[in-house]
Nanobody
């Protein structure tokens, strides 16, 4: 069993930055793709970013490309999402998740992920 705990969310002004963290316990994240999704009120959960099992490849939704950066520290069993130049439309609950399969590549479909955190709220507003 894997427990994922997100942190780092909060209220920030447009143009500001936040760094989200996702700490895992129970089992190692090493060897698994990790991703961030988000869900705004009244909307479906959407893909934000993914990093493959080795950390060599990253993928981003078009809406965050160039502003967000996903990274991982396998020694700390933690994944990060650095968010810069935040916009009001980035407001959502952000979730981290681990892929179902060991050694998997990134995927944008929620069904490819097995474990989810409880989410952290990000609000971008002046």
């Amino acid at each position: 069993q894997v427990q994922l705990v997100e942190s780092g969310g909060g209220l920030v002004q447009p143009g500001g930055s936040l760094r989200l963290s996702c700490a895992a316990s129970g089992r190692t994240l090493s060897g698994y793709a990790m991703a961030w999704f988000r869900q705004a009120p009244g909307k479906e959960r959407e893909f934000v970013a993914c990093i493959n099992w080795s950390g060599a490849s990253t993928y981003y939704a078009d809406s965050v490309k160039g502003r967000f950066t996903i990274s991982r520290d396998n020694a700390k069993n933690t994944v990060y999402l650095q968010m810069n130049s935040l916009k009001p439309e980035d407001t959502a609950v952000y979730y981290c998740t681990r892929s179902r399969l060991y050694g998997s590549s990134c995927n944008r479909a929620t069904g490819e992920y097995a474990y989810w955190g409880q989410g952290t709220q990000v609000t971008v507003s002046s």
